[in-house]
Structure formats: structure tokens, C-alpha cells
């Protein structure tokens, strides 16, 4: 079991880095226009304090930690060139100690969609009344 757990914390751990990498990638200005605005969209939400799912709702709380990001940094990291990257990621390694960005910008977009979500429903209910 603590061999499974070591793996995880592992993989954690390179998960952070490789979205820190995202972070350095997306503000260099050889990192193609799509892949910058893909990249910010990646890091502003593995970096918000405000989840699209929030975690209090068992299991589907943390699907977006376990699913949504990772799959968002696959692509990211398909869309930027890989000499930029692999600079970008040697930067991450050497940083690792370093507090990570604030991403009020990703947490203002999740609040956001939930107000529309909420207005959506509102909206609704009230229509069906």
C-alpha cells in the first residue's frame, strides 16, 4: 500500500512541476499564441482556489483534479514547441522550492461559470413556475 501511495505523491509531484513548466512556457514569447492562451487557461485552473467541481461533493470533486487537469497539461504540452518546453521544464526543476503564481484570473472564470450555471437554473425554475 505505501509503495502505491509513494507513486501517487510521485506522480503528484511531477504533476505540479509540469503545470509550473505550462506556466513558464506560456510567458515566453516563442510559445505560439494558441498554445499561450491554452497553457494560461491550464495553469490559472490547476492554480485556483476555486474548483468547477467543488471538492466537498464526493468523488466527483476530485475528478477534476485527477482527470481534467492532467489531460488539459497533455494537451498543453502537444501544443508548445518542444525546445521551449524542455527549457521551460529544465526552469521548473530548478524552481521547484519557489511559491507558485496566483491565479485569481482562473478563479474569476470558475466563479463565473457557476454564477451562469446558477442564473441558467434560476432562470429555469423560474420559467417553469
Not at 509531484?13 to 503545470?19: A, L
Not at 491554452?38 to 474548483?51: E, G, N, Q, R
Request: charged fraction near 20%.
Amino acid at each position: 500500500m505505501s509503495t502505491a501511495f509513494g507513486r501517487l505523491k510521485g506522480w503528484a509531484r511531477r504533476m505540479k512541476s509540469e503545470v509550473y513548466a505550462l506556466y513558464l512556457a506560456y510567458r515566453d514569447p516563442r510559445t505560439p499564441l494558441h498554445a499561450r492562451l491554452f497553457a494560461a487557461l491550464v495553469v490559472a485552473y490547476a492554480f485556483s482556489p476555486i474548483d468547477l467541481i467543488p471538492d466537498a461533493i464526493p468523488v466527483l470533486g476530485h475528478l477534476d483534479d485527477v482527470i481534467l487537469v492532467p489531460l488539459g497539461v497533455a494537451l498543453a504540452v502537444r501544443l508548445i514547441p518542444p525546445h521551449v518546453l524542455a527549457e521551460c521544464r529544465r526552469r521548473a526543476g530548478e524552481r521547484s522550492g519557489e511559491i507558485r503564481p496566483a491565479a485569481w484570473a482562473g478563479a474569476a472564470v470558475v466563479a463565473v461559470l457557476w454564477l451562469l450555471m446558477i442564473s441558467l437554473a434560476a432562470f429555469l425554475l423560474a420559467r417553469a413556475v
